[in-house]
């Protein structure tokens, strides 16, 4: 079992920055992948980025791709995702997924995040 927490979510104008946390707990050994997912109103989820935890590759929505940054700490077991150059289109809930090797998912509750002016 795995528990997560996320943070940094919020409301930020268009350009503007904000950085997502999760920190996991529990069987963290067991880990494989940490990503962000995010779902906007009306549209399907989808994978934004992911950080395999044991070699630190990444893999990014090509829409995102030069703005937002994913990275790890395995010390903290927290992943987090840098997201600069904000657009209205990013609008979304944000969820965090843990891939185990065992091919178990777990998902943070989610966290919103708005680009308005």
């Known amino acids: 079992q795995v528990q997560l927490v996320e943070s940094g979510g919020g409301l930020v104008q268009p350009g503007g920055s904000l950085r997502l946390s999760c920190a996991a707990s529990?069987?963290?050994?067991?880990?494989?992948?940490m990503g962000w997912y995010r779902q906007a109103p009306g549209k399907e989820r989808e994978l934004v980025a992911i950080?395999?935890?044991?070699?630190?590759?990444?893999k990014y929505l090509d829409s995102v791709k030069g703005r937002f940054a994913i990275s790890r700490d395995n010390a903290k077991n927290t992943a987090y995702l840098q997201m600069n150059s904000l657009k209205p289109e990013d609008t979304a809930v944000y969820y965090c997924?843990?891939?185990?090797?065992?091919?178990?998912?777990?998902w943070g509750k989610g966290t919103l995040v708005t680009v308005s002016s």
């Open positions: 997924n843990i891939h185990m090797w065992d091919a178990a998912d777990y």
């Open positions: 529990g069987s963290v050994n067991s880990i494989n992948s």
């Open positions: 950080i395999f935890r044991r070699t630190g590759n990444t």
